[in-house]
């Protein structure tokens, strides 16, 4: 066995040779390897915000699904957008979107757009040929989300979007993960304000909770 010395100098130099590793478990040479690729296989679920819309997710947020989705958005590994497109078209088709149907992301705070440089949502749902379009806005900076219970988050994200013209459209909302529902539940009150018809939302992960939202198996 190579002493810890030799491990780490092994481990610089196969850095330098393979600059990228699996997004999932960290395996030098590919940026997602074959095993986390196929856990990335939907494994579709379905849960209801509190009025009853319907949130399709293609898997839960945890594991594999976790890791690599955090590696988008906080790792700057935007390649991932297409594995994870896969999944999210899943979600999206479960949730209705098709046809006449106007798939609209959940906006990007304009501070995680400042510390990204890109929309995790959109850039995901343009990924999965969804052809997402822009007409829900960031209208103020949102304070943090993690962290805070269901009610907190609930007043913590009110006010915070704003509609462009949707009077008369069929819309499915896409978002990356849905944790307590608040963001969604207001996007949905906002395009509904702006006379809009939501049908469904589609993300790609779920995030397992307990007592918070009835979670149903799709
Ligand atoms: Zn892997």
Redesign the pocket.
């Known amino acids: 066995m190579p002493s810890s010395h030799l491990r780490g100098a092994l481990a610089e130099a196969l850095s330098l040779v393979f600059p990228t590793w ?6 030098p040479g ?1 940026p ?6 196929a ?1 990335l296989a939907p494994d579709p679920r379905m849960r209801r915000l509190p009025d009853g819309l319907r949130v399709h997710s293609a898997f839960a947020f945890e594991g ?1 699904a976790a890791r690599v989705i955090r590696a988008l958005k906080e790792e700057g590994r935007t390649p991932l957008a297409r594995p994870l497109g896969a999944a999210l078209r899943t979600a999206a088709q479960a949730a209705d979107a098709g046809g006449d149907v106007h798939v609209v992301p959940v906006p990007t705070s304009r501070a995680a757009l400042r510390r990204r440089g890109y929309r995790v949502a959109e850039l995901v749902a343009t990924r999965a040929g969804l052809a997402p379009e822009r007409l829900l806005v960031a209208a103020a900076p949102s304070a943090d989300q993690r962290g805070l219970g269901r009610a907190e988050r609930a007043g913590n994200v009110a006010g915070t979007m704003r509609a462009r013209r949707v009077a008369g459209l069929r819309i499915v909302l896409v978002d990356d993960v849905v944790t307590t529902g608040a963001t969604l539940a207001e996007a949905v009150r906002t395009l509904r304000d702006g006379g809009a018809d939501v049908l469904a939302a589609a993300t790609i992960a779920a995030t397992p909770l307990r007592g918070i939202i009835t979670a149903h198996r799709a």
Not at 22 to 27: E, I, T, W
Not at 32 to 37: E, F
């Open positions: 699996c997004a999932g478990c960290d395996l590919v997602l390897c074959t095993d986390c690729a856990a594999v």
